[in-house]
């Protein structure tokens, strides 16, 4: 009880100082009420005497002022107001000025006991009205669950820096601490545990030491810090040591929790209004999140390439539409014979005003949205078609598509991914699926299944990217697939890297014994091509070969390279 006591005192307190800062009535606009409230009583004074004394009705008049002060000052005014009131009809104001008659002693400190008693109960109430009418202000600026000042709170309070930074010299310093790990944690314990452990981060990030700096709670995940009287070397502190704070779990439903902060920050100099500060604060803590750092301060350039990234993947779904992504093939060749065997489809995008766009500006990021089916359906369609084309004219060529984790987990996809491999017609012993090696580990049952169904109809299955430290020897005899494809960034320096020459022929050495065919990719000079056919690996692919080709290049480049190899 003492405890729900204590917490509603604290928001009481907390709420009157964030009204004062959201309704606060100028200094110059008191003093202004205050000198109307002083005339209005000596007109009232003044009508008194030229009427003919406190003996009259007119002294009634003083209620005006007396409720005036009441309602801009309180308690404290309208009692003030009801002394000064009752002083100034008091022993100097005539009961009759006609016949010069005093006022009786009893009279006029009646009188002001009576004005005193009115204005103070005037100001009580009025007390308890504003209190009133600026919870109901409060219930926009207040985020409920926290009780912490919400969004519209912080840009109000923003707003209203900015109208007078200039004068008063003070430089804001905005931070949006964000909780990167709530999906996961919501994911694995639910929304009721992870209701109960808020109050101990709210509890953490609002202790004592901290009270040069304002909290507000702007989304269910998102907190934000501002600042207006610390340095940028103080406010970075400040943010550390909050951050420090949960270097220790929370506990929600008894269950250990760390909680995995990141803070971006935007200075004032950077931008030209509060909506702004917020949007670059909250994109500063984005780049701490992709950059793996704690703190991050806003860096424009880093800003204008998310900018058009989100731009990017904007359009992305109608390019499809559109027709301006194309297919191209990278070739491949086998080692042993030298001969050029297939190609993987890779696609490229001839944006109308941009020209072509680098997949490494737009795929990594639309495999992380639903723009990852419209773009692999695309891919599949691709490679399909073309199989189908080339196989009818007589060419024997194997063609090789990416498929994304997400692809895998969606039953829908996979299953018109088989039944248009199972409409065209093809030789599926043309079709060969890329899958990550990260994919193949931690989507292990979804992939089985898939890998097995893809397999017992043909088509070959390669794990991509092999190599970067998910795979074991174990799990790879398993799943059974037919290629490993070894990651470019061990093939690059195999020739000046006793280690890495021996690590990859380890690797292509295990995969042989347990049946499974070798790809190198990012094979880019003849020492590594010559090198890459000694220890036994089965297909290379790289810029020493080939580039990625349009379509229509591809098949003569196939007829001239067979024709004539390196």
């Not at 022993?91 to 009893?106: G, K």
Request: charged letters at 20%; one cysteine or more.
């Amino acid at each position: 009880m003492k405890t729900l006591l204590n917490q509603h005192e604290r928001f009481e307190k907390e709420s009157a100082v964030l009204a004062k800062r959201l309704f606060s009535v100028e200094t110059h606009l008191k003093k202004l009420w205050a000198a109307l409230i002083v005339l209005s009583m000596a007109i009232v004074a003044l009508v008194v005497y030229l009427t003919g004394g406190t003996a009259y009705i007119w002294t009634h008049l003083m209620y005006i002022p007396l409720v005036g002060a009441a309602a801009a000052f309180g308690l404290k005014g309208g009692v003030v107001a009801g002394i000064a009131a009752g002083l100034i009809l008091g022993p100097t104001m005539p009961l009759q000025v006609a016949s010069e008659t005093s006022q009786p002693l009893n009279s006029w400190i009646f009188r002001t006991i009576f004005f005193t008693i009115s204005g103070g109960l005037c100001g009580f109430l009025f007390d308890h009205l504003k209190r009133y009418l600026l919870r109901l202000s409060l219930v926009d600026y207040i985020d409920a669950p926290s009780g912490l000042p919400n969004y519209l709170a912080l840009q109000k309070l923003l707003n209203q820096a900015y109208q007078h930074q200039p004068a008063s010299g003070t430089q804001l310093l905005l931070a949006i601490l964000d909780v990167i790990n709530a999906n996961e944690v919501i994911d694995t314990i639910g929304y009721p545990p992870v209701i109960e452990m808020m109050p101990q981060i709210i509890g953490r990030l609002r202790l004592p030491e901290f009270a040069n700096i304002s909290l507000f709670r702007i989304l269910p995940n998102r907190f934000a810090v501002l600042a207006d009287s610390l340095d940028l070397k103080q406010f970075i502190g400040t943010i550390k040591e909050m951050l420090k704070r949960f270097e220790k779990p929370v506990y929600a439903d008894k269950i250990p929790i760390m909680v995995d902060f990141r803070a971006g920050i935007a200075l004032p100099q950077t931008v030209s209004s509060a909506d702004e500060l917020i949007q670059k604060a909250g994109a500063a803590s984005h780049q701490a999140a992709v950059d793996g750092s704690t703190i991050t301060i806003y860096d424009q350039q880093k800003d204008v390439s998310s900018v058009e990234i989100l731009s990017l993947l904007g359009s992305l779904n109608k390019a499809i539409e559109d027709r301006e992504l194309t297919p191209f093939f990278q070739p491949k060749v086998e080692l042993s014979s030298n001969r050029a065997v297939g190609a993987e489809m890779l696609i490229r995008w001839i944006h109308p005003q941009k020209g072509l766009v680098p997949a490494s500006r737009y795929i990594a990021h639309a495999e992380k949205t639903w723009l990852v089916h419209p773009l692999s359906k695309f891919a599949v369609e691709s490679t399909v078609k073309y199989l189908q084309t080339w196989q009818s004219q007589g060419v024997d060529v194997k063609l090789s598509v990416n498929l994304t984790a997400q692809n895998l987990q969606k039953k829908s996809f996979m299953e018109d991914v088989i039944e248009q491999i199972k409409a065209s017609g093809i030789d599926p012993s043309g079709l060969e699926i890329e899958i990550t090696e990260r994919t193949m580990v931690t989507q292990y049952e979804i992939v089985s299944r898939t890998v097995t169904q893809l397999r017992e109809m043909g088509v070959s299955i390669s794990i991509d990217d092999f190599g970067t430290g998910y795979s074991t020897v174990g799990l790879l005899a398993k799943l059974a697939v037919d290629y490993i494809k070894i990651d470019k960034k061990y093939i690059r320096d195999i020739t000046s890297s006793p280690l890495l020459f021996s690590f990859v022929r380890r690797i292509i050495q295990t995969a042989g014994d347990l049946g499974i065919k070798s790809i190198a990719e990012g094979v880019e000079s003849k020492k590594v091509f010559d090198t890459l056919g000694e220890i036994g690996c089965t297909i290379a692919q790289g810029y020493y070969i080939s580039p990625p080709l349009p379509s229509y290049e591809f098949l003569p480049w196939m007829q001239r390279y067979n024709d004539e190899p390196l």
